[in-house]
């Protein structure tokens, strides 16, 4: 159980252009999901935290108008990276959370999807 | 900055050895420390979690020690094997009482044959 997916598990796209990325929890209802970047041997920073039915949370320093984020269900979240720069490709990885996934005392726990590849020309 | 500190950066053990990853942090508010393993190209998989009123968590050739006194806590994989090659990461909650996690910087682990 408690199994994340994303599409695309890999984009390629032309500077300028904007590129979205999906992120499902297949067999159980996601209250809250998480969008994560990674960089080539790196840990995972936060981006953001979106909750279903409400505007996301942005970590600090995280451009909102660049990343948009929409959880409008309780299974589907999406990123689209606006006017993509070569800066932008990374690698992007969602995670969630919802009621009845594993907990450890009042913790539920995060699943993770198994990311996507962005990159930008 | 609320940080967690992973130490080493990467591990070269041999099968049937013991690989030991270290983390530190600073927020004595943190109460709940997962580890996740990541294969390249994949997204990250708990592995094994603890909250810190125990000071030791096993769960198969993986086991958490955890030293609150010390702010410190590590992982154990014991005999390990070049299927557990892979990216480990400590973490723990960014806020008390919230569900976001900040990460540790990871380690690279390769076990040889």
């Known amino acids: 159980g408690a199994v994340v997916s994303q599409h695309p598990s890999w984009v390629i796209c032309k500077s300028g252009t904007s590129v979205k990325i999906e992120c499902r929890s297949l067999?159980?209802?996601?209250?809250?999901m998480f969008w994560y970047r990674q960089f080539p041997k790196q840990s995972l920073m936060l981006m953001a935290t979106s909750n279903e039915g409400s505007k996301a949370t942005y970590e600090q320093g995280v451009e909102k108008d660049k990343f948009l984020i929409n959880h409008a269900s309780l299974t589907l979240s999406t990123l689209t990276v606006t006017s993509a720069h070569p800066e932008d490709s990374s690698f992007y990885i969602c995670?969630?959370?919802?009621?009845?996934?594993?907990?450890?005392?009042?913790?539920?726990?995060?699943?993770f999807g198994p990311g996507t590849r962005l990159t930008v020309l | 900055q609320q940080q967690v500190k992973q130490s080493p950066q990467s591990l070269i053990v041999q099968k049937g050895g013991i690989s030991i990853i270290n983390c530190a942090y600073e927020?004595?508010?943190?109460?709940?420390f997962p580890w996740y393993q990541q294969f390249p190209g994949k997204g990250p998989a708990l592995l094994i979690a603890?909250?810190?009123?125990?000071s030791e968590k096993k769960e198969g050739r993986f086991t958490i020690s955890f030293n609150k006194s010390a702010k410190q806590f590590s992982l154990h994989i014991m005999d390990s094997q070049p299927g557990d090659s892979a990216t480990y990461f400590c973490a723990a909650p960014l806020t008390s009482g919230t569900y976001k996690y900040i990460f540790g910087t990871g380690t690279r682990l390769k076990v040889l044959a």
């Open positions: 603890i909250r810190p009123d125990v």
């Open positions: 927020n004595t508010a943190f109460d709940y």
């Open positions: 067999d159980f209802q996601a209250t809250t």
């Open positions: 995670s969630a959370q919802g009621p009845g996934t594993r907990s450890i005392g009042r913790w539920n726990e995060q699943f």
